[in-house]
């Protein structure tokens, strides 16, 4: 069974070619409520909190580490992370971008820049305040 029967493929496609509307973008979202429990997570909302807590301190940046296939994903210049059923949402503040680093085989072997990242709680390894990435 697809995960989007119906028009599917063709918002895959579109998704894949970075041109989706926003009328697309929601459809896609609305499948991935169907398919999410309406219980919401207690220790997804604690771990919001207590991360709200430490950000009260004052600007911190966060960081997540998450797995994807055979590679580790690191993202970094985050200013807010919250969660919202299973998937956790990272931004960087008003006007910046978040970085990536790709490891595979423990080389790095990509970059990328972002203005979001929406990850499967799942996949996440790590959630790092304030970290110092120094290249390999």
């Given at each position: 069974m697809q995960p989007f029967p119906g028009k599917s493929n063709i918002i895959l496609a579109k998704i894949k070619k970075g041109v989706v509307s926003q009328p697309d973008l929601n459809t896609v979202f609305d499948k991935i409520k169907e398919g999410s429990s309406d219980k919401k997570n207690p220790a997804l909302e604690g771990l919001g909190s207590a991360l709200n807590e430490m950000q009260n301190d004052g600007e911190k940046e966060i960081g997540i580490e998450f797995e994807c296939g055979d590679c580790c994903k690191k993202v970094i210049n985050g200013s807010k992370l919250f969660f919202i059923m299973n998937f956790a949402v990272l931004l960087p503040a008003r006007g910046?971008?978040?970085?990536?680093?790709?490891?595979?085989?423990?080389?790095?072997?990509?970059?990328?820049?972002?203005r979001a990242i929406i990850v499967p709680v799942e996949r996440i390894c790590a959630i790092e305040?304030?970290?110092?990435?120094?290249?390999?």
């Open positions: 910046d971008c978040l970085f990536m680093k790709v490891f595979s085989g423990g080389k790095l072997v990509d970059k990328q820049i972002m305040i304030q970290p110092v990435q120094e290249d390999p």
